[in-house]
């Protein structure tokens, strides 16, 4: 290390990001360590010694808030060691359980020094010195979780450090569909699309940072409608849907694979179903909820489709690609559920045929509609559900899994495996395959040739140094 690099690492101020939830999560963690940046702060691998402590949580299901107390007991003690030393840590709790519980966190643990929602978090060097103020004082901590008029994405510095091969690229966020069991049109707030410009500039910046493959992200991905580029369009209002940007995305020099996450039935439209058929950048992969077989429950959940409406969308996908791999989310045990809705839920698993999948028992959120309906379902009933679909969702997936022995897929090889010599990347399925090669091949889509299906993995060796993607 250089003697500047050496001062510089020195003085540098220590950033620990913990995220919980899902890949919007992710995302906007790494955001929060780009704005920092710029004031010193490097990320740092765990809390101890950290100058600053960001819980980035997720309200989505049950005792989101109490993980994050327990948490944030834990982190007191560390706060208390560093001040004792002469150090001094500031812990900020961001994201949806922040959005949600706001003030409460403050006032139930007072060593938190900032509470910001998702909306806000581009605020973060004025709400630092807003906090350092406070604390100066000793009077309480700061609070922001408006949903503010401007976009945080108008004022998010581009991203400092490269993601690596596999990068997560936001471009939708929040919902409008208020699903009765859902919080995060409250925690996310309404619907929102970027623009398509400012969606290629930092995919272009994401390949050029050494990405291979984007997965764009939205809590309703494929709702995006964003602006279409200025010379682009035919009238000042136009915008694009998901299959149109996907397409554009497509043609980036060295981008070699794309996916989205995560999407609504309803949404997907015949321009999507028809990029799934033509871009080979596509991968054949997709995430698409259901949450229950059953069209009362689903009525219940206010989903705006039934059953049958997912049936008809899965085979018009797997007519326009025929290797499509399945993935849904479920819920079971939602208020009113019956033994009948269940078995419709079974049936609609039997007759689909998932190749992953997560399943969850129905958890009351406090402030939707859901958890105030009668016929709450007991515990030991979700309990014994669960357990029923899962396992016939697990030997699904094992079944696919199994499918693919002997195969010889195209796997791009996104990290250094566990076991010396070897590489770990991912099926056109999303199957996570492990293989010895050599580690110049880390960001290459290679020729694997699958051995063996283990449960959640493949394994597999190494057939041809390059291989193109198995088009539709
Ligand atoms: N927008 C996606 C959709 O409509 O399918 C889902 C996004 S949500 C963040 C992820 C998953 O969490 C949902 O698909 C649902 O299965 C699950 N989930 C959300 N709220 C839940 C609740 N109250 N109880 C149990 N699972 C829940
Ligand atoms: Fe929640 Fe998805 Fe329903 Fe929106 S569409 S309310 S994110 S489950």
């Known amino acids: 290390m250089s003697p500047e690099r050496k001062v510089k690492s020195a003085l540098a101020k220590k950033l620990f990001v913990k995220t919980y939830g899902c890949?919007?999560?992710?995302?906007?963690?790494?955001?929060?360590?780009?704005?920092?940046?710029?004031?010193?702060?490097?990320?740092?691998?765990?809390?101890?010694?950290?100058?600053?402590?960001?819980?980035?949580?997720?309200?989505?299901?049950?005792?989101?808030?109490?993980k994050v107390y327990s948490e944030l007991g834990r982190?007191?003690?560390?706060?208390?060691?560093?001040?004792?030393?002469?150090?001094?840590?500031?812990?900020?709790?961001?994201?949806?359980?922040?959005?949600?519980?706001?003030?409460?966190?403050?006032?139930?643990?007072?060593?938190?020094?900032?509470v910001f929602g998702p909306q806000t978090y581009h605020r973060l060097p004025e709400l630092i010195?807003?906090?350092?103020?406070?604390?100066g004082a000793d009077s309480g901590g700061v609070l922001d979780i408006e949903f503010p008029v401007e976009s945080k994405f108008d004022h998010l510095p581009e991203a400092a450090a490269p993601q690596g091969v596999s990068a997560y690229l936001s471009v939708q966020e929040g919902c409008d569909k208020f699903c009765t069991f859902c919080v995060v049109p409250y925690t996310r707030g309404a619907e929102f699309s970027r623009s398509v410009a400012e969606i290629l500039a930092e995919a272009e910046r994401l390949?050029?940072?050494?990405?291979?493959?984007?997965?764009?992200?939205?809590?309703?991905?494929?709702?995006?409608?964003?602006?279409?580029?200025?010379?682009?369009?035919?009238?000042?209002?136009?915008?694009?849907?998901?299959?149109?940007?996907?397409?554009?995305?497509?043609?980036?020099?060295g981008l070699v694979r794309l996916r989205y996450t995560t999407s609504h039935p309803r949404d997907l439209d015949d321009e999507l179903i028809a990029a799934h058929a033509e871009v080979a950048e596509l991968m054949p992969y997709l995430h698409l909820p259901v949450q229950s077989g059953s069209d009362r429950i689903l009525e219940a959940m206010n989903r705006g489709h039934?059953?049958?409406?997912?049936?008809?969308?899965?085979?018009?996908?797997?007519?326009?690609?025929?290797?499509?791999a399945?993935?849904?989310?479920?819920?079971?045990?939602?208020?009113?559920?019956?033994?009948?809705?269940?078995?419709?839920?079974?049936?609609?698993?039997?007759?689909?045929?998932?190749?992953?999948?997560?399943?969850?028992?129905?958890?009351?959120?406090?402030?939707?509609?859901?958890?105030?309906?009668?016929?709450?379902?007991?515990?030991?009933?979700?309990?014994?559900?669960?357990?029923?679909?899962?396992?016939?969702?697990?030997?699904q997936q094992a079944a696919f899994n199994q499918s693919q022995a002997g195969r010889v897929l195209p796997?791009?090889?996104?990290?250094?495996?566990?076991?010396?010599?070897?590489?770990?990347?991912r099926s056109p399925y999303m199957q996570a395959v492990h293989l010895v090669a050599p580690a110049h091949h880390l960001g290459q889509v290679v020729a694997a040739r699958i051995e063996t299906a283990q449960a959640n993995s493949l394994s597999a060796r190494l057939w041809a140094a390059e291989m193109t993607e198995v088009p539709a």
Request: net charge neutral; with cysteine; hydrophobic share 45%.
């Open 207 to 253: 390949v050029a940072g050494g990405a291979r493959e984007i997965v764009l992200l939205g809590q309703n991905v494929n709702a995006y409608h964003g602006a279409a580029p200025q010379d682009e369009r035919a009238d000042a209002d136009e915008t694009w849907g998901l299959g149109r940007l996907i397409r554009r995305l497509a043609e980036i020099e």
């Open 75 to 114: 982190l007191r003690a560390l706060k208390q060691a560093r001040a004792a030393a002469g150090g001094r840590m500031t812990i900020a709790v961001a994201g949806c359980v922040a959005q949600a519980e706001g003030a409460e966190i403050l006032r139930r643990a007072p060593q938190v020094g900032l």
């Open 411 to 425: 796997v791009l090889l996104e990290s250094r495996g566990r076991k010396p010599g070897q590489l770990s990347g």
């Open 326 to 395: 399945l993935s849904s989310d479920f819920i079971v045990g939602f208020p009113g559920e019956t033994d009948r809705d269940f078995a419709d839920t079974l049936g609609l698993v039997t007759e689909i045929g998932f190749a992953q999948a997560y399943s969850f028992k129905f958890s009351a959120r406090p402030g939707t509609p859901a958890a105030a309906m009668g016929g709450q379902v007991p515990e030991p009933v979700k309990a014994e559900r669960l357990a029923m679909l899962q396992t016939l969702l697990a030997a």
């Open 129 to 135: 010195a807003r906090a350092a103020r406070k604390q």
């Open 306 to 324: 039934c059953a049958e409406d997912y049936r008809r969308k899965v085979a018009r996908l797997r007519a326009a690609r025929a290797d499509l």
């Open 23 to 66: 890949q919007m999560n992710v995302y906007d963690s790494a955001r929060m360590a780009d704005v920092l940046a710029p004031l010193g702060y490097v990320v740092a691998d765990g809390p101890e010694g950290a100058d600053m402590v960001i819980l980035n949580t997720c309200h989505i299901r049950e005792k989101a808030a109490e």
